[in-house]
């Protein structure tokens, strides 16, 4: 699931959402256009990960949608939001020419034991 990036398109709208704010977010994003977009989700089932037949499909998924999102004038993508411990995505992601340049991390703590 890849979308608009929102953010480049509601940065001035402080928080606010109202008539004048609606109108210029649906002319951003219908005629000016936002240049970034944010792949929100990429997944292969559980059962078909690991399998060396299926290997390919990420980098499939990823250069489609990079052809689609060039085509409609983006020019910047996040493909972000992976575990920096997801080897297999990231590794994928590094292969495209994409850069890793955030980390996600993700804590846990036993809360009254």
Do not use: H
Not at 1 to 24: H, Y
Not at 77 to 87: K, P, Q, V
């Amino acid at each position: 699931m890849c979308l608009p990036n929102l953010n480049e398109v509601i940065f001035d709208f402080k928080g606010k959402l109202n008539p004048v704010t609606i109108a210029k977010l649906i002319w951003r994003l219908k005629i000016r256009r936002p240049k970034w977009a944010r792949l929100m989700l990429l997944g292969i089932r559980t059962d078909l990960r690991g399998k060396k037949r299926y290997a390919p499909l990420e980098m499939a998924m990823i250069a489609e949608l990079t052809r689609r999102g060039l085509k409609q004038g983006y020019e910047w993508a996040e493909l972000g939001w992976t575990l920096e411990d997801n080897r297999l995505i990231n590794a994928g992601i590094r292969s495209m020419g994409a850069e890793i340049y955030k980390r996600y991390r993700l804590f846990e703590k036993r809360i009254g034991v």
